[in-house]
């Protein structure tokens, strides 16, 4: 079946603005991750959602962030009030349960200019 | 607080010479050890982890509680080899997970 898909592939926002990014992870995966990953780092973890509910949403790195995964599969991420500094990719990822082999989507570059 | 230091940001070797990626991890607790590959113009995906004592394309890692590491071997380096890594850390949990800041392997012909 198809992998994890994620739209867009490429966002521009003027800074100030929001923006949401869509994650469709694999059919039947439970568990779902949401990574930011700037030039040269890794990734870094910001929120998991196990089912509906957002387990773990510590690595959000403050309230401009939010996400959401209303019915348990598609989720999306949304940032208000855009900085440039939230220019990165943002990487999804599903797994069939936590803590498994973890199935990365293609990511969204977001620019904030 | 860095949970996973990949020392080496560029490693270049020879087509058949020994590879040797290195991973620290700062962790109390049982962490679970992964690493990642990513190939030009793909995805990120799991390359092995340790819990499964794997060895996945000539790829083996061992845990070294004592020295806290995760170092990634190959004993005869491939052109395909070539690649972004990262080494990561999964809590006790699995909620979290922390990645390194990657090495990228050159594997010249």
């Known amino acids: 079946g198809a992998g994890v898909s994620q739209t867009p592939s490429n966002k521009v926002t003027e800074k100030g603005k929001y923006v949401e990014l869509r994650c469709d992870p694999i059919s039947g995966h439970t568990a779902l991750y949401w990574y930011r990953q700037s030039l040269g780092q890794g990734p870094e973890f910001l929120i998991y959602f196990q089912g509906t509910g957002a387990a773990d949403d510590s690595g959000l790195p403050n309230d401009r962030f939010f996400a959401v995964r209303p019915e348990g599969s598609v989720s999306t991420l949304k940032i208000q009030r855009t900085e440039r500094g939230d220019s990165a990719v943002y990487l999804c990822a599903s797994s069939s349960y936590r803590g498994y082999e973890q199935y990365f989507g293609p990511g969204t570059r977001l620019t904030v200019t | 607080a860095q949970r996973v230091t990949q020392p080496e940001k560029l490693l270049s070797v020879f087509k058949g010479a020994p590879v040797e990626l290195k991973c620290n991890y700062s962790y109390s607790g049982s962490p679970e050890l992964f690493w990642y590959v990513q190939y030009s113009r793909q995805r990120l995906q799991l390359l092995l982890r340790?819990?499964s004592r794997e060895s996945i394309k000539g790829f083996t890692a061992d845990l070294n509680k004592g020295e806290t590491s995760f170092h990634l071997k190959k004993p005869f380096a491939q052109e395909e080899d070539s690649a972004m890594y990262y080494c990561a850390l999964s809590d006790s949990t699995g909620n979290q997970f922390y990645f390194g800041t990657g090495t990228s392997l050159t594997v010249i012909p």
């Open positions: 340790h819990i």
